[in-house]
C-alpha cells in the first residue's frame, strides 16, 4: 500500500520536472530565434539599401554599353543620369539616348535557364547600335560565350529589317542582317535570335514603326 | 631548435590544425561539403570567395555553440545549430549582396546552402559541443581552411582547363584550346576524384565512410547501428 | 511561364537536381553502397522534398511576404524542414510501423540533405504557385532518386567486377561515376526548356 503512494508521488515530480524541461526547451528555443530574427531584420534593413543600389547600377551599365556610351571613365550612376531618358509605353520601359537611339529590355528562355539582355537600336528601328547580356547559364565556354564583349561586339550595325538572323558556326554572314554564330552553341543562337526580334517587334508595335 | 618543433607538434592548436587541414580534410576524408565545391568551383574567385564564405560561418557558428554549450537542452540542440547557422549564412549572403554583387551573382543560391553544408553542422556537433570557445575556433578555423584550400586547388585547375586562365589572367597564351566539360558540372568530378585519390593514398586511409561523420541522428544509439549500408532492411 | 509537363521533365532530365546542380551529394556518396539502402534513402527523400515544399509554400507567400520577412525565409525553412522530419517520423513509427522499419531510419538524415532546402529555395527564386511547386518538388526528388539509383546500381556492379584501386575506393568512384552520369545527362540539354 504505502509503496504504490510512494510511486505514485514520484510519477507527478516526474511529470512536473518533464513539463518544465519542456518549457525550457520551448523558452530557450523561443529567445535564440526571437534573437537571430532581431538580427537578420535589423542587418536587412542596413544591406537593403545597398543591395537595391547595386542591382541598379549593374542594370544602368549594361544600358550604358548596349548604347555603346560606357567609356569606363565615368560613373555609371553620373553617365547614366547625364545620357538617358526614360520613357514608359504600355509596361515596357526604352531607355532613350541624346542621338534618339532606343535602348530596351529582352527574355526570353535559353538552353540552360532564362536569358536577358538589352538591345539598343537606332531611331528608326533598323539598326542595332550594340547589345549587351543581363543574365545567362548557358554552357560556359560554349553558349555561355554570348556575354563575352566579342560576340557582342558581332551585332553593332546590323541590320534587323526584316529580323536579325544568328547563323549556324560553319556559315559566315553575307546579308546585313546576319550575324556569325558560335561553334558548338547553334540552339544558344537560335534562341537568342528569336527572343531579340519578339521584343523588337513588340517595340515596333507599340512606336507604331513597321 | 628540434626540441622545440616537437614541443610544437604535440601542442593542442598544433593538432587541432593539422585534424582540419590533412587529417580528417572535410572534403578529401570525410567527404563533406563537396555539393558546393563541386558547383563554384569553375573560376578560382568562386572557390575562394565561398571557401572563405563557409570559414567564416563555420567559425563563427562553432564559437557561438561552444559559449552556449551548457545552456542548450540535450534534445534540441540539431534545431539549436541550426538556428545559429542559418542566422550567419544569411548575414553573410547579405553582406556579398550589399558589398561584393559580382560574386554573389555568381554564386548565386549556392551560398544559401552553405546552411546544409555538412561540414559546419558536423564541427558544431562534434567538436564545439563539448569544447572551449577558443580550440572551437581554432578547430572550425583549420576544417574551414582545409576546405578553403581544396577548393582553391579544384578551382585552379578546373579554370586553367577550361578557361586558359587563372584569377581571370590568361597564363595559357592563344593557341589554347578550352576543355569546356571542365567548367560544367562533370569536369568537377573529374578534377576531385583523381585529388580524393592521390591524398588517400597518401593517407594510407581509405576506408572513411560518411555516415560516421554526419550529425548524429536524434535517435537510440541502437537504430543508428542499423543505418549502416549493407544492412539488410 | 513554363507548363507543369515541362517543368516535371526539366526537373528529371534536363535540370537534374543532383547531377546539374550537383545537390545532395553527401547521401549519394554515402548510402549508395547497395540497390536497397539507394531507394529506401532516395523514397523517403521524395516523401520528405514533397511534403515540406507544400507546407513552405504557403509559409513564405501566406506569412513572410504580408509581413515583410522575407530575410527570414531561409531561417523558417529549415525549421520547418527539421520539424516536419521528426513529425513525420513520429506520425511513421505510430500508425504505419511497417513503412518506419523500412524508410524511419533514413529520416534524421535528411534533415542535412541541401536538396531539401535547395528545392524550397529554387522554388522562391523562380517564384512558382503552389501547383508548380507541387509539379517541381515531386520532379526534382524523383530525379534525385533516379540519381541515387543509377549510381548504386553501378556501384554494384562494379564490385562484380571488382579491382577498384585503394585510394578510389568509396568517395572516389562515386564522383568518378557521378561525373559520367552528369556528362550523359547533359545529352538531355535543350530537350524540355524550363
Not at chain 1, 44 to 67: I, M, P, Q
Not at chain 1, 118 to 142: C, F, K, M, R, Y
Not at chain 2, 46 to 70: H, Q, Y
Not at chain 3, 16 to 43: D, F, Q, R, W
Request: charged share 15%; aromatic share 8%.
Amino acid at each position: 500500500m504505502s509503496s504504490s503512494v510512494v510511486l505514485e508521488k514520484r510519477k507527478k515530480i516526474n511529470l512536473k520536472a518533464l513539463l518544465i524541461d519542456k518549457l525550457k526547451m520551448l523558452i530557450f528555443i523561443l529567445i535564440m530565434g526571437s534573437l537571430a530574427s532581431a538580427l537578420l531584420t535589423t542587418l536587412d534593413d542596413y544591406t537593403k539599401v545597398l543591395e537595391e543600389r547595386n542591382v541598379e547600377l549593374f542594370f544602368h551599365g549594361k544600358v550604358l554599353s548596349a548604347l555603346n556610351l560606357d567609356d569606363g571613365s565615368r560613373d555609371v550612376a553620373e553617365a547614366f543620369q547625364a545620357n538617358i531618358t526614360i520613357e514608359q509605353i504600355d509596361g515596357r520601359t526604352l531607355y532613350r539616348d541624346s542621338s534618339g537611339a532606343i535602348a530596351f529590355k529582352f527574355s526570353g528562355g535559353g538552353l540552360w535557364g532564362p536569358i536577358s539582355g538589352i538591345v539598343a537600336l537606332n531611331p528608326d528601328l533598323t539598326i542595332i547600335e550594340g547589345l549587351a547580356i543581363l543574365e545567362q547559364q548557358e554552357t560556359p565556354g560554349l553558349g555561355g560565350r554570348i556575354a563575352e564583349d566579342e560576340f557582342l561586339q558581332r551585332f553593332r550595325g546590323v541590320s534587323v529589317d526584316p529580323e536579325l538572323v544568328i547563323l549556324p558556326a560553319r556559315r559566315s554572314a553575307v546579308n546585313p542582317n546576319e550575324v556569325d554564330g558560335i561553334t558548338g552553341a547553334s540552339m544558344t543562337g537560335d534562341f537568342l535570335s528569336d527572343m531579340i526580334n519578339k521584343a523588337i517587334k513588340e517595340v515596333r508595335d507599340q512606336l507604331g514603326v513597321s | 631548435m628540434t626540441k622545440f618543433i616537437y614541443r610544437l607538434i604535440y601542442t593542442k592548436p598544433f593538432a587541432l590544425l593539422k585534424d582540419g587541414l590533412w587529417k580528417n580534410n572535410p572534403i578529401i576524408t570525410t567527404v563533406l561539403g563537396i555539393c558546393s565545391a563541386l558547383a563554384v568551383t569553375n573560376k578560382v574567385e568562386n572557390g575562394i570567395a565561398m571557401g572563405l564564405a563557409v570559414t567564416f560561418v563555420v567559425m563563427a557558428s562553432s564559437a557561438i555553440t561552444a559559449a552556449i554549450r551548457n545552456l542548450i537542452p540535450q534534445r534540441i540542440r540539431m534545431v539549436t545549430y541550426m538556428l545559429i547557422i542559418s542566422t550567419f549564412v544569411i548575414s553573410v549572403d547579405l553582406f556579398m549582396k550589399g558589398y561584393v554583387p559580382d560574386i554573389s551573382r555568381a554564386l548565386g543560391p549556392y551560398v544559401a546552402l552553405i546552411i546544409t553544408n555538412c561540414i559546419v553542422m558536423g564541427r558544431a556537433e562534434a567538436f564545439a559541443s563539448k569544447s572551449s570557445v577558443k580550440f572551437s575556433i581554432l578547430d572550425a578555423m583549420s576544417h574551414g581552411l582545409g576546405y578553403t584550400f581544396v577548393l582553391l586547388a579544384i578551382s585552379s585547375i578546373r579554370e586553367f582547363l577550361a578557361f586558359g586562365t587563372i584569377m581571370n589572367i590568361n597564363i595559357a597564351g592563344n593557341s589554347w584550346t578550352n576543355w569546356v566539360v571542365m567548367s560544367s558540372a562533370p569536369g568537377g568530378f573529374f578534377v576531385l576524384a583523381p585529388i580524393v585519390w592521390a591524398v588517400r593514398s597518401l593517407q594510407q586511409d581509405v576506408d572513411v565512410e560518411i555516415e560516421q561523420h554526419l550529425p548524429a541522428p536524434i535517435k537510440p544509439a541502437t537504430t543508428i547501428a542499423a543505418t549502416k549500408p549493407g544492412a539488410s532492411l | 511561364m513554363p507548363s507543369t509537363l515541362n517543368i516535371f521533365l526539366a526537373t528529371i532530365l534536363t535540370h537534374n537536381i543532383a547531377l546539374t546542380y550537383i545537390l545532395g551529394m553527401c547521401p549519394i556518396i554515402g548510402v549508395s553502397k547497395n540497390i536497397s539502402t539507394a531507394v529506401g534513402m532516395g523514397v523517403s527523400v521524395v516523401f520528405v522534398i514533397t511534403v515540406t515544399s507544400l507546407i513552405n509554400w504557403p509559409i513564405y507567400h501566406l506569412i513572410l511576404v504580408p509581413t515583410g520577412s522575407e530575410v527570414l525565409a531561409l531561417l523558417v525553412f529549415i525549421l520547418t524542414i527539421a520539424a516536419s522530419v521528426q513529425l513525420l517520423e513520429m506520425l511513421l513509427e505510430k500508425f504505419l510501423p511497417t513503412l518506419y522499419m523500412a524508410f524511419g531510419i533514413f529520416l534524421p538524415l535528411i534533415t542535412v540533405n541541401c536538396t531539401v532546402l535547395a528545392v524550397s529555395l529554387f522554388m522562391v527564386l523562380r517564384e512558382y504557385n503552389l501547383t508548380q511547386t507541387a509539379v517541381f518538388s515531386l520532379g526534382s526528388s524523383l530525379g534525385w532518386l533516379l540519381a541515387i539509383l543509377l549510381v548504386s546500381g553501378i556501384r554494384e556492379k562494379l564490385n562484380l567486377v571488382g579491382d577498384v584501386p585503394r585510394g578510389l575506393q568509396g568517395a572516389g568512384i562515386v564522383m568518378i561515376i557521378l561525373g559520367t552520369l552528369a556528362l550523359g545527362f547533359m545529352g538531355f540539354s535543350g530537350m524540355v526548356d524550363l
